[in-house]
């Protein structure tokens, strides 16, 4: 086993995942790993960034499939005894054109369920000064402020449960397999809905990692911005290596930083949730 640092980018060979990887090969002082459902795609990647010059290292990782987790997670306690840096920047979305149920379904089940299942077995494996980030984006603010005020309420409380909030994404699968979303006092995007939960679950896990007495691993929701990737569209403001800036900065808080933790940033500014 090492003791050198090593940080994971989660499906990061394309768009800001890929940019944030080349960032962190350049700042961050340890092993970097570019991580991939397809191998084929992830291997393809990890040949530009080492073509440029930059050293990264490849695991194959799935955040759908627990084996594939529990293997990744293996590796790295094999290999670094943990995780110094974490960032949950793997996603997908779904066609405006698929019946909303079935986006709901498959949008919510990887954009929140896979990414708290990986957060569920890798979390307690983030060693001591360790950083997490989780990406979110500005839509999740979005769907928050097209909730009903109970719900709102409800998502910005400070005693929120895991429970509670699984609790809320199932509901939203159902009523959008109903199509009763608006009369239950929800937003019309998964997507959008999907990143609402991410959001709230980060505000969460910070909370429960300070009841545990785990003070020194920071770990923040983020909004890259609106970037020029596949989902983002060819439209966007941002290049993907400025929306892959707010995610770096946060996983390379120096140590003995206290704040932001449990936060919503954005552009490298705390923003009120």
Partial sequence: MSASRVAVVTGSNRGIGLATVRSLCSKFEGSVYLTSRNEDR???????????????KYHQLDIGSENSIKNFRDSMLDSYGGIDVLINNAGVKSKDTIPIGIQAKYVLGTN??????????????????GRVVNIAGFVSLRALKQCSTELQEEFRSASITEDQLIMRMNDYINFA???????????GSAYEFSKLGVSVLSRIQARLLSEQGKNNILLNACCPGWV????????????????????????????????PHGQYVSDKKVRRW
């Fill in 42 to 56: 992830g291997q393809e990647a990890v040949k530009k960034i080492r073509d440029e010059g930059l050293p990264v």
């Fill in 112 to 129: 929140f369920f896979s990414t708290f299942n990986v957060s569920n077995l890798l979390l307690p494996h983030i060693k001591s000064n």
């Fill in 177 to 187: 397999e109903k199509g009763t979303l608006k009369e239950n006092g929800l937003p």
């Fill in 228 to 259: 020029r990737t596949d989902m983002g569209g060819p439209k966007a403001l941002k290049s993907p290596e400025e929306g892959a800036e707010t995610p770096v900065y946060l996983a390379l808080l120096p140590k003995g930083t206290s704040e």
